[in-house]
């Protein structure tokens, strides 16, 4: 089984920044394409940031020039680190990765931007 465990969430000022982490262990084969999406209670989950195989990446408009998603894949790990902070990027995030084929969601962490 595999299983994500995401760590650097928490509470920020607006402006300010965080890193997330998330790592995968377990029966690992290959890891294609990783992820970071967020939810607001009440809302659907949506994609934040995407990164592929090779490190492409793609962004939400909304956090386009302020979030950086990256991947080192000897960890199976991918970070998001998320500056210039503002209310509205408050949510839970998730991180994600396709495994041997198979969607792995992590177990969500907080971040609450608030002043």
């Known amino acids: 089984q595999v299983q994500l465990v995401e760590s650097g969430g928490g509470n920020v000022q607006p402006g300010g920044s965080l890193r997330l982490s998330c790592v995968a262990s377990?029966?690992?084969?290959?890891?294609?394409?990783m992820g970071w999406y967020r939810q607001t209670p009440g809302s659907q989950r949506d994609w934040a940031a995407l990164?592929?195989?090779?490190?492409?990446?793609r962004y939400q408009d909304s956090v386009k020039g302020r979030f950086t998603i990256s991947r080192d894949n000897a960890k199976n790990a991918v970070y998001l680190q998320m500056d210039s902070l503002k209310s509205e990027d408050t949510a839970i995030y998730f991180c994600?990765?396709?495994?041997?084929?198979?969607?792995?969601w992590g177990q969500g962490t907080q971040v609450t931007v608030s002043s």
């Open positions: 994600s990765m396709v495994v041997d084929r198979t969607s792995v």
């Open positions: 377990g029966n690992i084969g290959s890891i294609t394409s």
């Open positions: 990164i592929g195989t090779t490190g492409t990446t």
